[in-house]
Nanobody, 121 residues
C-alpha cells in the first residue's frame, strides 16, 4: 500500500509564499515522475508542475517564474515552492506520482488527498 501525504497548504495574502510538501510512503521500489495538480471550484484539474526522476521540470505558463518544483529522492518527497501568490492560485493542490511497488515491481499512478491553498486579495 502506498500513500501520498501532502502538507503546507493554508491561507496567505496576495504576494505571499507557501511551500507544499508531499511524502510518499509504503512498499516503494522506485518513483518516476512526481507532479502537482490543482483544481479550483468549478474548474477542471490542471497540471501545475512536474519533475522527472532525474530532475527535469516543466510548468504551466501561469506559474512560471513564481513556482518551483523540487524533490528529495532519499525522502521520497516532492515540494512546491510558491512565491508571489495571486488570488487566482486559490485551489486544492494535489500531489501525483508514478510509483513502482513491491517485489513484483508493479507500476501505478497515485494521488494524494489534496491540500487547500487560499490566496486573499
Amino acid at each position: 500500500q502506498v500513500q501520498l501525504v501532502e502538507s503546507g497548504g493554508g491561507l496567505v495574502q496576495a504576494g505571499g509564499s507557501l511551500r507544499l510538501s508531499c511524502a510518499a510512503s509504503g512498499s516503494i521500489f522506485s518513483i518516476e515522475a512526481m507532479a502537482w495538480y490543482r483544481q479550483a471550484p468549478g474548474k477542471q484539474r490542471e497540471l501545475v508542475a512536474r519533475i522527472t526522476s532525474i530532475g527535469r521540470t516543466n510548468y504551466v505558463d501561469s506559474v512560471k517564474d513564481r513556482f518551483t518544483i523540487s524533490r528529495d529522492n532519499a525522502k521520497n518527497t516532492v515540494y512546491l515552492q510558491m512565491n508571489s501568490l495571486k488570488p487566482e492560485d486559490t485551489a486544492v493542490y494535489y500531489c501525483n506520482a508514478d510509483i513502482t511497488t513491491g517485489k513484483f515491481k508493479l507500476w501505478r499512478n497515485y494521488w494524494g488527498q489534496g491540500t487547500q491553498v487560499t490566496v486573499s486579495s
